[in-house]
């Protein structure tokens, strides 16, 4: 299988989705985002995991005419694994699930994950409903997807064991929440 | 699919739904309950409201924090059981001081017939304060939609966090056999 560099893939594709929001899952997937640059539409997680899927599927239903994406791990990912379905009954058009599949938990010491003990990610999703659901390891066609808008798409992207440095985004949740938000034109509350 | 003939729902149960129409909610994701029956069927025949169904209550605080985060309001609905499959994902509301909202069908309770409903409806409300949730509790029909009401402008206006227990007497005996 291709492996791709994390960092690479995820400063590339935001590169080419300048628009979209992008919540990202905790611990690697959170620090490749902010690695690739911070902008206040991006949100990172660093906690609830699992969330990063189903937090984009409000977001997506709440913000139709923006496309959203979920970058996430293969573990983050497998906690919430159920929210494919969730995403495929729900049909956002503006949502892509990104899962960074390295088959290990890499954040608490690199130890299998069941990607690499046999699950097929890409499987899953389609069994969920999810129909295009590919592994995306030409960023562009990744990107295309985001910004067509005819999801929910889900794009597994095989990567590589490679810890890049911590980049770490911040950590309080309510300015970045703000932010966030101010980004939409939203008030605090 | 097959529409199963209802009787016409308890009025409580429309009170809900008017309350949160009104209220400008547009997501409305739920893991059902029978006490939730009515308004998770006007949430999906609304053209204004999402329904979102899920496979674990816990997803559910995600979509109602992404909801959010998008300039909607959302709520969620549950039994008593589901709550403790949320406990984690709860942090996200308190870090990100998210507002919430989220009625509960309480189990374990009144006149229970099945014991395995007891532990987590026991624990319901303590599950949800040791997360730094506020707890309502009703059990009159005639006060569901000034409760639910007030607990939605403590959310929605002043930023809380609230869970109202809707108290399984309102829900009633339920019939085993069949
Ligand atoms: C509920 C919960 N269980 C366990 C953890 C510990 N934990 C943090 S990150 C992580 C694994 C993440 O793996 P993955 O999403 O694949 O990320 P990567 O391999 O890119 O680091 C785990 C198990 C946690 N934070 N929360
Ligand atoms: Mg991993």
Redesign the interface.
């Known amino acids: 299988m291709n492996r791709l560099d994390r960092r690479e893939f995820v400063a590339s594709l935001t590169a080419a989705v300048p628009d979209a929001l992008i919540v990202s899952g905790l611990g690697s997937a959170s620090y490749d985002l902010f690695a690739a640059g911070h902008r206040p539409g991006n949100f990172y997680l660093w906690g609830a995991m699992g969330a990063a899927a189903p937090l984009a599927l409000g977001l997506a239903l709440a913000q139709p005419d923006r496309s959203v994406v979920a970058v996430t791990g293969d573990g983050e990912q497998l906690m919430g694994i159920g929210s494919l379905g969730t995403i495929a009954a729900a049909r956002p058009a503006n949502l892509t699930v990104v899962v960074l599949d390295n088959g290990h938990f890499g954040e608490t010491g690199m130890q299998q994950s069941h990607t690499s003990l046999g699950t097929d990610l890409v499987a899953v999703a389609q069994g969920f409903g999810i129909s295009d659901a590919f592994v995306g390891t030409d960023v562009a066609a990744v990107a295309e997807r985001v910004l067509a808008r005819r999801g929910p798409t889900f794009a597994h992207v095989p990567i590589t064991t490679d810890e890049p440095p911590r980049a770490l985004p911040p950590r309080d949740g309510v300015a970045v929440k703000n932010d966030f938000r101010a980004a939409l034109e939203l008030p605090t509350f | 699919m097959m529409a199963r003939m209802s009787p016409a729902p308890p009025l409580w149960q429309e009170k809900i739904f008017e309350v949160l129409r009104k209220g400008g909610v547009?997501?409305i994701?739920y893991v059902p309950d029978a006490g939730h029956s009515h308004v998770i069927r006007e949430a999906h025949s609304d053209p204004g409201i999402?329904g979102?169904?899920?496979?674990?209550e816990?997803?559910?605080?995600?979509?109602?924090?992404?909801?959010?985060?998008?300039?909607?309001r959302?709520v969620l609905l549950m039994q008593s059981s589901g709550v403790g499959n949320c406990v984690?994902?709860f942090?996200?509301l308190e870090?990100?001081?998210?507002?919430f909202l989220t009625l509960v069908t309480m189990r374990g309770e009144y006149a229970e017939f099945n014991p395995w409903q007891g532990p987590m409806g026991r624990a319901t409300q303590r599950a949800f304060e040791l997360m730094g949730i506020t707890v309502v509790r009703v059990d009159d029909p005639d006060e569901v939609e000034d409760t639910v009401s007030a607990a939605l402008d403590n959310v929605?206006e002043a930023?809380e966090r609230v869970a109202v227990l809707l108290g399984q007497k309102l829900i009633g005996r339920k019939k085993w056999e069949r």
């Open positions: 547009e997501q994701a999402h979102v169904v899920l496979t674990t816990e997803e559910g605080v995600a979509v109602v924090a992404g909801a959010w985060l998008g300039g909607q959302a984690n994902m942090s996200l870090m990100c001081r998210f507002p929605f930023g």
